[in-house]
């Protein structure tokens, strides 16, 4: 009898303790995707903090959120064509060249409100050039916006003869377009918003994926593939028409050189970090949103903590490299299950 009673004993001593409601809620916290980049913004963000006491100020919190809203709203065009298997080289050159479209129609007489919007559209007409040639012509997109990068570039350099110009106002419509205060953050979290739920939620991103995953099956199960490639370069050229048009807003002045690969190449480096596939069929929005707090930290950082700017693209290449190396160690204890 004694022996039948110690057996349950015996049996529960060998069970596996139950893991804590913290340990529980800490493991899935780090299975979500967006965690890992999270976890290394935040760790930034105490290191400068602890470095120099001015960084959170609210002057510094605004440039800061200067340095991370152009990067992250042509991100968010990015991660789509990054997820269905593109690039867009020439979205930085796009970007210098909006805010000359507004400017040019508004002397013309149009009215800021419809110049703005026609600014976009040829941005996106832009975007569309780019689907058309890489995905009718079946060009390879880094190379079709390689070359749309330098015909851009040239472009705005000619009409502007490489002079800026004055950002035309119009009350509250420049208020609005970012030109002080919090705006211009305001509006990449908004667009980032928007486009997750687009992602996640809605036939078009749900098809971009499966474009990105499986191209053959997604052309032989009905979906237009052509028409989602076209639309995303689409978009990435309008979000990068809108990213430049508010940050000529933001300064007042429109400038020839503004943007250009940096900016592509922040944009790009965002989506990455924050956990997009430059293989296709996996990304994530709120992703590039952390990847470009990363980066706008790790700028905005070391300027204020007088890092010598010879060697400011060193330091920034090397945290890049380790965020992704956290990264992608993150995603692979994920894979296996370890969190």
């Not at 995707?33 to 913004?41: C, D, F, G, M, P």
């Amino acid at each position: 009898m004694s022996a039948h009673i110690q057996k349950p004993a015996q049996a529960d001593a060998g069970a596996k303790p139950r893991p804590n409601i913290g340990t529980r809620s800490l493991r899935g916290f780090l299975r979500v995707r967006e965690a890992s980049i999270l976890v290394v913004a935040i760790l930034l963000i105490i290191y400068f903090e602890s470095s120099n006491s001015n960084f959170l100020t609210r002057a510094n919190l605004q440039t800061l959120s200067q340095f991370i809203s152009a990067p992250v709203i042509i991100a968010c065009g990015e991660i789509m064509l990054l997820i269905c298997g593109e690039i867009d080289l020439s979205a930085g050159m796009v970007f210098a060249l909006a805010p000359f479209i507004m400017y040019f129609a508004h002397n013309a007489g149009i009215p800021l409100i419809v110049a703005f919007f026609l600014a976009l559209i040829g941005c996106g007409a832009i975007g569309l050039f780019n689907g058309f040639v890489s995905v009718k012509l079946r060009v390879p997109s880094f190379v079709t916006t390689l070359g749309t990068m330098f015909l851009i570039n040239g472009f705005t350099l000619t009409i502007s003869a490489g002079f800026p110009v004055d950002t035309p106002t119009n009350g509250l419509f420049t208020f609005l377009m970012g030109n002080s205060g919090f705006q211009e953050i305001i509006w990449a979290v908004v667009i980032v918003l928007v486009m997750h739920g687009a992602l996640r939620n809605t036939r078009w991103g749900l098809h971009t994926i499966s474009v990105g995953g499986n191209l053959i099956g997604s052309a032989e199960s009905g979906i237009n593939v052509t028409r989602i490639k076209m639309g995303n370069f689409a978009l990435t050229g309008a979000l990068a028409g809108l990213a430049g048009i508010l940050e000529a807003s933001r300064i007042g002045s429109t400038d020839p050189l503004a943007g250009g690969s940096p900016m592509m190449f922040l944009a790009v480096a965002a989506a990455v970090i924050g956990g997009t596939s430059l293989m296709g069929g996996t990304g994530t929005i709120i992703g590039g949103l952390f990847g470009g707090l990363v980066l706008g930290v790790l700028q905005d950082g070391f300027t204020i903590d007088g890092i010598n700017a010879f060697t400011f693209n060193i330091i920034i290449g090397a945290a890049i490299l380790i965020a992704m190396v956290f990264n992608i160690h993150f995603a692979r204890l994920r894979t296996r299950g370890r969190f």
